[in-house]
């Protein structure tokens, strides 16, 4: 999958991550993809709350050592 646009909200806690994910997004075509990279555990719940909330498709969640990626297509 190509990424057009990678944003790193490691380290902040909500809701930054989702302010600056939603600012992203704005910025960006329809279809085009977004990562996000974070670290708070509730940004996953926050994110699928987003997703359902806003109509971006969160496309794929992933979580490594403590790391989360959440990847986004724009609406």
Avoid: Y
Avoid at 6 to 23: A, F, Q, S, V, Y
């Amino acid at each position: 999958m190509e990424i057009d646009k990678e944003i790193d909200t490691r380290g902040l806690n909500c809701p930054l991550p989702i302010l600056r994910t939603k600012k992203a997004l704005s910025d960006m075509s329809s279809g085009q993809v977004l990562r996000v990279l974070a670290t708070d555990p509730g940004s996953v719940r926050d994110f699928e709350a987003f997703a359902r909330q806003t109509g971006h498709t969160l496309l794929e969640t992933s979580e490594q050592s403590s790391e989360f990626s959440f990847t986004f297509r724009c609406k």
